[in-house]
């Protein structure tokens, strides 16, 4: 079997986008930046609501294999779909994006695919309502133990915690993969994630997390800081790397006694910042899989960070292969 | 003899600020940004194109004295003055600051006191001309070893290190200062001032230096690298403690296995950055010789940069004890 450099478990989502005005998040009430779950009615209503939308394949962990497979990684996404016209162009895409991805449909009847209404205002700033739909209903019965032990790094997302099946999928996950020899990242996903999970996020990190994504309301979050720097601190005694992102303050790699201080790529126009982090990721990541330095591995992740918040949409539309090639040679 | 917390070897120089456009920066031909040295001929002519100025006194490491003493700190200044009219300002305007400054006049007859013309552009940037005067005569005779001897931290600026006397006065301050058990400081001061320096300065920083001091385009200067990353890696292995500055971008302190990401503090407007680094200097020095850790000593060296740089002149014109009481308690 070829060795795959990333294989994600997460949210299998297609995004509904919409530019709305700041008087519509003041209407309907929402917090902007922010990732809440609705349940079908809200969904129903939210949509209505919402203006001429733009249907692109995301979901945070499969956005950053999209990401890793535009480098040139091998990447491979587990995730769960319905038997709907949703499921299927997720699962168009993300193959024709070149990552592996070989869930079978869950059966007809049951909850329809997941889907994301996307609002992002003026600001580029992007307020998330999911609707999990199919794709909460991950369990270990899910997980092909042959593509996992495949894995150089197992990425999971924080944003699938919040159903037992799926953590307990996430421990037989990371099991399988730590003992074929392979590495466990994990994304804290968002600050009201990290605040419904705190404890067992810091137990897994503590335990099973050898790379952990954050960016700075997480990071702070998770540690019940005011500051970056004293999360910094508290991080760097508790996994072996954490990639910590600050949207245009850039990012900084902690890994026991290096540290590295990133500046954010130049982006000429921010038009949306949606994916910003699963996309550093994604750069990260295909920088740790081929053997760069933490250094460069920061940078990849900026330049593909860079490139998806100044388009719509969560997903590279240029080669970052291409991309990088000025930095990789 | 009480002990004084430092104790700043520099240049004695008043500072004469004026608000000018582009326009007088272009037909000068000044390079925004920059400190150029001048002698008695360009002074002149270069006084006289300047509008209505504000005198005020300066000079780096005298600045950053005067910021120590704000905070509540014990400092001493070592530094050149003729027994002129500016002479007496100076003499004056750093005692009322609080700071221990003994050194007696030269003689009559000599060059006249330093100032620096300093031109500030609608960017807040300031632009630099140094004529030095007296102030470069500074050499071993002029050091009170036993006042050295008190010092828990000597300060060195790298401006002084054109001219050998004061290179020799360095080298003597420094080893009085080690033999007594205190640490030694240096800023790079300028990227030019680093250009002309560039060899010596390392070999300073690898034999002698504690505590390094510099903005993003000196150290880059001195390692003649493009990233701030890649030279970050670098002073980690060079000296105990690093203080690094990045304007807006805050600052990151390194000492070995230790790094501090600290964020600038907030500034209403900014009116002038003259003195940034020196404040920053002057708060990171308070911290340092009264216990602090060195993420809190960066908080401080924030706090006190963010008030120098939200009026016009280098030296704080609100108590920094009283800034920086909320941080410490």
Same mark, same amino acid.
């Given at each position: 079997?070829?060795?795959?450099?990333v294989v994600a478990i997460g949210n299998a989502?297609?995004?509904?986008?919409?530019?709305?005005?700041?008087?519509?998040?003041?209407?309907?009430?929402?917090?902007?930046?922010?990732?809440?779950?609705?349940?079908?009615?809200?969904?129903?209503?939210?949509?209505?609501?919402?203006?001429?939308?733009?249907?692109?394949?995301?979901g945070s962990a499969a956005?950053t294999m999209?990401?890793?497979?535009?480098?040139?990684?091998?990447?491979a996404f587990v995730g769960r779909?319905?038997?709907?016209?949703?499921?299927?162009?997720?699962?168009?895409?993300?193959?024709?994006?070149?990552?592996?991805?070989?869930a079978?449909?869950?059966?007809?009847?049951?909850?329809?695919?997941?889907?994301?209404?996307?609002?992002?205002?003026?600001?580029?700033?992007?307020?998330?309502?999911?609707?999990l739909?199919?794709s909460a209903k991950l369990g270990p019965a899910d997980l092909d133990h042959?593509l996992l032990a495949?894995a150089?790094v197992l990425y999971l997302e924080g944003y699938l915690w919040d159903e037992p099946e799926a953590q307990e999928a996430y421990r037989v996950a990371t099991r399988v993969v730590h003992e074929a020899?392979g590495r466990v990242a994990f994304s804290l996903s &968002?600050?009201?994630c990290v605040?419904r999970h705190r404890d067992t996020f810091l137990e897994l990190i503590e335990r099973e997390i050898d790379v952990l994504f954050?960016?700075?309301?997480?990071?702070?979050?998770?540690?019940?800081?005011?500051?970056? &720097?004293?999360?910094?601190?508290?991080?760097?005694?508790?996994c072996?790397?954490?990639?910590?992102?600050?949207?245009?303050?850039?990012?900084?790699?902690?890994?026991?006694?290096?540290?590295?201080?990133?500046?954010?790529?130049?982006?000429?126009?921010?038009? &949306?910042?949606?994916?910003?982090?699963?996309?550093?990721?994604?750069?990260?990541?295909?920088?740790?899989?081929?053997?760069?330095?933490?250094?460069?591995?920061?940078?990849?992740?900026?330049?593909?960070?860079?490139?998806?918040?100044?388009?719509?949409?969560?997903?590279?539309?240029?080669?970052?292969? &291409?991309?990088?090639?000025?930095?990789?040679?």
């Amino acid at each position: 079997m070829s060795r795959l450099d990333v294989v994600a478990i997460g949210n299998a989502l297609v995004d509904v986008l919409s530019h709305e005005s700041f008087e519509f998040v003041a209407e309907h009430e929402l917090v902007v930046g922010s990732m809440t779950l609705i349940d079908t009615p809200t969904a129903e209503r939210l949509y209505a609501a919402m203006g001429p939308g733009t249907e692109i394949s995301g979901g945070s962990a499969a956005n950053t294999m999209a990401g890793v497979a535009s480098f040139g990684g091998a990447a491979a996404f587990v995730g769960r779909v319905a038997a709907d016209q949703l499921g299927k162009v997720f699962a168009h895409d993300i193959r024709a994006a070149g990552v592996e991805f070989s869930a079978a449909p869950a059966a007809e009847g049951g909850d329809p695919s997941g889907r994301c209404l996307i609002v992002v205002t003026p600001d580029a700033q992007r307020t998330m309502h999911t609707f999990l739909g199919a794709s909460a209903k991950l369990g270990p019965a899910d997980l092909d133990h042959d593509l996992l032990a495949r894995a150089q790094v197992l990425y999971l997302e924080g944003y699938l915690w919040d159903e037992p099946e799926a953590q307990e999928a996430y421990r037989v996950a990371t099991r399988v993969v730590h003992e074929a020899g392979g590495r466990v990242a994990f994304s804290l996903s &968002d600050a009201f994630c990290v605040d419904r999970h705190r404890d067992t996020f810091l137990e897994l990190i503590e335990r099973e997390i050898d790379v952990l994504f954050a960016n700075e309301a997480e990071i702070t979050s998770l540690y019940q800081v005011d500051e970056f &720097d004293t999360a910094l601190q508290q991080v760097n005694h508790h996994c072996e790397i954490a990639a910590l992102t600050r949207g245009a303050k850039g990012a900084v790699i902690v890994a026991r006694d290096e540290v590295h201080v990133i500046d954010a790529a130049p982006v000429p126009h921010v038009e &949306d910042t949606t994916g910003a982090g699963d996309l550093f990721a994604a750069g990260f990541l295909y920088g740790l899989t081929h053997g760069y330095d933490l250094g460069t591995c920061g940078h990849l992740g900026a330049i593909a960070a860079a490139e998806v918040i100044s388009h719509l949409g969560a997903r590279p539309e240029t080669s970052l292969a &291409d991309l990088a090639q000025p930095l990789l040679g």
